[in-house]
């Protein structure tokens, strides 16, 4: 005996697709609908049994079989809820007659066993269910017009042409003789019946339960798996971590990610079926095996070719989490990871298991979740609830760096609805006076701003509007003021960056109002076939006319114009967003040329797989000055910052503070340096740079969560001083954010005046300074696009454009000249 059989209603149709004339091609012939077979007529003008309204012929047909229960594929072609009608009138029954003599008479109602097709939203049957099954978007592709609704995965599949219902037999002992179709007063027609003969509901109910896919041949192949189920849904399965249970919890990146896993298993995914459903596992759309859906749920496990699955469904709880600071008791801001020992992530309700499917995020599901390699952690509030699994959960909860994060094995009883974790600070830096912010923030909203700010324990967060080709981002948040938390502890402030291509970007820090225009010449930054209209001098002349603060973002690049806003001193900082050597010797490079260059970390967070603030800048307002923004641009303006992506840095040279400048008499002199470095993180070198070179250093090769360093240094010249931390050899052990960031920290200089004023000079940086100057000049003149002279009036009003755009360069060319000529250097 087949599970599913169809009825051969042949011999009783009556009608064909004209029948139902507001449905274009309906499926007609032999139908697969939820992997069950219906036997729909394969002629289109005889196809249906149709009865008009008021129809008072009855139609009979043999059954001559036993069944648990009865499906009938039917429609509605005459509705009058819309029109204001009742609800749950019948409009057809059925009447099982048994060999036994016995007749069941079934009514069909509008709105519970059948609907009008197509069917007005919201009007969906209460017991039946369409003839197509709930659906995924295609996970890789699809149309542009859609990419909004992609972001929803999982779709509700409306009846194309039939509603299916399931009657359930009382008697499934018996034979059922016949069965006679009566119809009521409405148009409506019944397509197909299948008899169900194994007992089981022919639709599923369950939720969806977990499933374990081990291929150990597919290990390293790139992750390109594909479950199918043919009488129920899976979702998209997803990659597992490689790394065990036991490393992830020792690991000492806790509650900063893990290393993503991108081969084909272990992975898992998500099944809701019928007992009879097969599972079928493909890899690159070959099939790797099949499995019995019933047979895995009482084994528990099912054997593929060189693999296995795995059921890992131990019961779940609703709970409600609070995460408290272990010193007040009080709920705390942060964010939260939640996993099966195996690593099935179970996030909080409102918040993602997988963020865009794991695809990439650029502008797209920006704000409330962060994805760092194979974890994805919700922000929270200090409390949050949803489904966990019952046993063990693994939880890893991190705020900012001034907490210890919490990496640890919870234990959840059956019944058990409240789980408590607590995070410890281990050093208030705002106490000590310093303030936290990150420089460069793109996409999030102001408020998501303020909520991932406070749950990474960051105070300042530049939140920058933007244009990208012919997108323009965060236009909305301009207020041209900060937007300041209660109590006061987090400030968001929406300003810009501009952006040009080869001359470089700029971050506007502060503005009151907007900075146009705010691309230019072109992709990616302006529009397609932009013309030069603005150089980065003229924003920055812009800024502080408003009294903003003016950086220069992701030093070196783009590497054009830079230069000469640092020789005709408009740069009020310079920023990195990553541990290299090239940012270093442009960093270094200028400061070695005289130029005073205070440095600031910041993210360029642009996707939800980097987190804010994950480098931030450190800057120290003094116990008189209450933090405000104003107050935490102008201690950046002045010098007294770090750059932390981890660690926590402090540095004197005798005694002096970060930005400060020590006199010394003409012949120099020996200065003490000292420095300390504290982390959530293992650090392994301390390093004192003069001029670039290091001068002093301690190295701990095991790493350490606390370095300190106290040395003498000879100064014979005009100098300048800075500590740095990382990894061995001052190389950086990388974050799992998209970029994969190194963990270090830098602090901006102290500087060393020998005999009179501070000043520096280098005849090499000058000249790479000057050729940069050129090359931006022949960009300007020979490549960039202009509207002809006299076809347009230009922003800045005035009729010499190219004269307007060189202006700048000719100011910095004439600065380092000036300069070159008080030394006596000829040029």
Partial sequence: MSDYRPLDLTSVFNVGTTFMPAR?????GSQSFHGLPFAIGADAARCYIGFESGTPQRVTLPVQDRAYHLIFAQTLLESQVMAGGPVGETVLHYSVQYASGETVRIPIRERFEVSEVPTTWGQWPFLAVPDQIDWLSPRYEGRWAGAGGRQTEANYHHSNDYYLWAWRNPHPEQMIEALTIEPGDRKILVAAITLGQ???????RQGRRPVKITLPEQADTPFSLDVEVDRGVATYPYPLPKQ???????DDLKGFGQTDNSGSSPAYVEIAAIPSATVTVKVNDAEVGQA????LEAAGTADLPGGRLELVDRGRNW??????????GQPLPCRIHFRSPEGIPYQPDGHHNHIHSDLDTWHID???DLRLGQATYAYIDGRCQGWLPRGDVIVDVARGYEYEPLRTRVHLEPGQRELTLRLKRWTNMNAQRWFSGDSHVHFLGAQGAHYEAQAEDLNVVNLLASQWGHLFTNTEDFTGGPSISNGGSTIIYASQENRQHILGHLTLWGLKQPVSPRGSSGPDEGALAGTLDVTMSNWADATHAQGGTVIIPHLPNPNGEPAALIATGRADAIEMLVHGDYAHIEYYRYLNAGYRLPLVGGTDKMSSDVP????????????????????????VRAGRTFLSGGPMLTFTVNGAQVGDTIALPSGGGTLEV??????????HTLQIVQQGRVVAATEETKGSRRLHLKAQVKIDGHNWLAARCGGPGYSARPHHDTWQRGIFAHTSPIYVAVGGDWWMFDRSAAEYMLTLIEGSLAHIHQRAAHYPAGQVTHHHGEDDHLGYLERPFREAIEAIHRRMHQLGIPH
């Fill in 612 to 635: 804010v603030g994950l480098y931030r800048t450190y800057a120290y307002i003094p116990p008189d000055e209450p933090f405000t923004y104003a107050n935490w641009t102008k201690a």
């Fill in 319 to 328: 709970v409600h989490v609070t995460v408290v600071d272990d010193e007040t």
């Fill in 366 to 368: 920006i704000g409330g």
């Fill in 244 to 250: 065990a249970e036991a490393e992830f919890l020792g």
């Fill in 198 to 204: 194994v007992d089981e509901e022919p639709f599923f």
């Fill in 674 to 683: 000292e420095a300390t470095a504290e982390s959530i993180f293992p650090i």
């Fill in 292 to 295: 019995n859906w019933g047979e």
């Fill in 24 to 28: 274009s091609n309906p499926r007609i």
